[in-house]
C-alpha cells in the first residue's frame, strides 16, 4: 500500500508561480513512475506529466509543456511540480498519482495510487 500526500496548492494571480509537493509512504518509492493529474470543475481529469523512476524521463501535457516542471528526489520520497507562469485555465485540483507497472501512458487507468488532490486557483 502506497499513501501519497500533495501540499503546495494555493491562490495565484495569472503569472505567478507555485510548487507543489507529493509525499510518499513506503520504501519502494523509487520504483514507481509517477504522474500528476489535475481536474476541473465539471471536467474530466486530465494527465499533466509524468516522470520515471529514476527522474531521467519526464512527458509534459502539451498545454504545461515549457512553464511546468516535474522532479522527484527519491531519498526523500518526494515529488515536486513546479509550475511557472500560471493561467487562469490552470485552476483545478492537482493529483499526484503512483503507476507500480511503469506504463508509458497519458490515461490515469495505468495509476494505481492517488493522493487526496490539492486545489490551485490562478486568478486574474
Known amino acids: 500500500q502506497v499513501q501519497l500526500v500533495e501540499s503546495g496548492g494555493g491562490s495565484v494571480q495569472v503569472g505567478d508561480s507555485l510548487r507543489l509537493s507529493c509525499a510518499a509512504s513506503?520504501?519502494?518509492?523509487?520504483?514507481?513512475?509517477m504522474g500528476w493529474f489535475r481536474q476541473a470543475p465539471g471536467k474530466e481529469r486530465e494527465f499533466v506529466g509524468r516522470i520515471s523512476q529514476s527522474g531521467a524521463n519526464r512527458a509534459y501535457a502539451e498545454s504545461v509543456k515549457g512553464r511546468f516542471t516535474i522532479s522527484r528526489d527519491n531519498a526523500k520520497n518526494t515529488m515536486y511540480l513546479q509550475m511557472n507562469s500560471l493561467k487562469s485555465e490552470d485552476t483545478a485540483v492537482y493529483y499526484c498519482?503512483?503507476?507500480?507497472?511503469?506504463?508509458?501512458?497519458?490515461?490515469?487507468?495505468?495509476?494505481?495510487?492517488w493522493g487526496q488532490g490539492t486545489q490551485v486557483t490562478v486568478s486574474s
Open positions: 498519482a503512483a503507476d507500480i507497472a511503469g506504463d508509458i501512458t497519458t490515461s490515469p487507468m495505468a495509476y494505481d495510487y
Open positions: 513506503g520504501r519502494t518509492f523509487s520504483t514507481y513512475v
